[in-house]
């Protein structure tokens, strides 16, 4: 399915199913179109073309919705409310809610069920908005970025309430900017980028498609541009020059695209430094040193899953699924074909990596 709003195309003809009882995180940069796929499956939004199909009917049709649950990334609470209060108010609207007492058990709450919501620090306001998102005991949730603003003892919680919603039968597509987030939770990884399906296949496969290696090496030499298996690649002045240089000299996007790149070329006193990235680091230090030129310094190591995430977005062009993009419908559990789309993005959320290397 496709959406756009004004000049913006937010999903691309996007077509993804997704079966009963399955775990699935859907990983994307800013403005990837996540929220957007996900107002789509919830009925909230309308595709401009294609068609959403939510336990087979219409996901604007109040009947369609019956089994879903729904985290929205912004949630407004009524903050005069006791989350007692609020907890009772939208199991009200379901034939057999979970008990109040046990929901707010479950998700860590119960010391705060006599607090207004509006008194509730940030975190707390978010597992209550998830926990709310079960109280109706759905088929189906949705939730995106469900453990943004916790802190790891919270995150930890929450994703082993929505494990334990899954081993029970329950089905979940969550979006998310944690890598660490999909890696623990997901069975199936769909990534999503400029409004469009990059990869969707099992963790393990995203995983291992991942699986890059960074390699630093400095050389007065200029390192080419055809250097094998180099799938992008960073040059920066070295030395003491190198700390005012600014930007880096080249950024290849594809295979090959060399160390060196075409700007910049007349060379640096102090010699460049370059990172190189690659699947196959071995191959390319045999390279390097039958190659003759000048090198010192040299480092390997694994890219971080968040490198190598940008990696694999930055890869393919936009509009072009790679090999392992399964072509298909978005199907809710029991539903037809659920066709979806995403909108462009930038680059992930800086956010992730300052939380990250917090921890
Ligand atoms: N109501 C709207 N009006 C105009 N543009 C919108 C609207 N909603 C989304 N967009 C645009 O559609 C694109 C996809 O946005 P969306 O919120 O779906 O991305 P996302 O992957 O959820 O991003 P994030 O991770 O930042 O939440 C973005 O370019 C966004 O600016």
Redesign the pocket.
Known sequence: MTRR??D?V?LDDVTLEVGAGELVGLL??????????L?LVSGQRKPDTGVVRLFGGDPRDASSRQGLGLTP?ETGLPATLKVREVVDFVGKHYANPVPTGELLEQFGLSELAGRQTGAMSGGQKRRLAVALSLVGRPRVVLL??PTTGLDVGARQALWAAIREYHANGGTVLL?S?YLEEVQALAQRVVV?DQGVVKADDTLDAILRRVGLRRVVVRSTADLGTDLPGVVRSERTPDGPAARTAGAPDAVGGTAAAGAAGSAGSAGSAGGWRYELFTADADELVRTLVTSGLPFHGLEIRGASLEEAFEQMVARAPAGTAPPGARPGATTAPGGAPTPTG????GTL?RRTSEEESAR
């Open positions: 709003f004004g913006v937010a994307g940069p800013n403005g990837a179109g996540k929220s957007t796929l107002s990334q995106d970025e979006t900017h999503i995403a909108t462009p993005s959320d």
